[in-house]
């Protein structure tokens, strides 16, 4: 399966300077715009990223946890693929009261899950539930999914190869127990020339309104349009049901963020 546990490097002490900060990483103009990944730089300011980027983002999390509580089943695993810092797989954590509880988080970035490990390690042992969460480094499309009945991917599968979609989405259900749930939180995309535009009008306003400036907004699209793929919401519940989920609700939507609940 070519797991990678999370191993952090001699020096790592020095990196503790770097602490968690505020998003600046576009605010100067850039030579050179490379395409955006998540390297050191990002996992340093990733809260503040999100939260300043993408609507709703706290609300999704915190409503991961509720739903995760509900359907989880005794005896069965969560899974929270692309889990960056681990917010939503904190999120169940603290949520879910089984002491047999057993979390995989799953990124393929080592600079992602090592401070991902360095903000559980400063957790509250008691609060956090943290020993339930075991963090594993690996591409999402390798890892074997198993006896599952949570599965979430908060802002994941927009990285994903457009064309490798549709087996992950099917390895996850196959992986699933009846009555399980998969929740899926996308940026969405319009066929509407007109609705694509005030979306996206829409969703710049809130970064303006959250401290951006025009050139930070501009150069992070620039980076990120050919990594980050939106699709449509009927895109997205098509391929759900073509994968076998029985249900398929949208269950959040702020400008063009939006979460579904797919139940086996
Ligand atoms: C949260 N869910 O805070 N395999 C594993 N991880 C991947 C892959 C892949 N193939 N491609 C991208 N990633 C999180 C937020 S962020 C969303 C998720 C965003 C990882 C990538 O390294 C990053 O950590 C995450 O997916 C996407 O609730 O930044 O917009």
Redesign the pocket.
Known sequence: MGRAAVTLKKGSKKRSKMSSGLDTLYSSPLDKLVDFN?DEKVANVFPDM?NRS?PGYASI?AMTGILSAEFYQPGTRCYDL????G??ALSMAKAIKDDYLRIIA????QA?LKKAQTLLDQSDHVESNRDCIELICD???HIDVNNASVVVM???LQ??ALEQRSDLLKKIYQGMKQGGILILSEKLNYNDEAQQKLLIDMHHFFKKANGYSDLEISQKRQTIENVLLPETLDKHKVRLQEAGFKQVEQWFQCFNFSSLIAIK
């Open positions: 998540f999100i993408v999390v692309g889990c960056s810092l917010a939503s799953v990124d393929n970035s992602m591409d999402i499309n908060n802002f994941t990285f994903i």
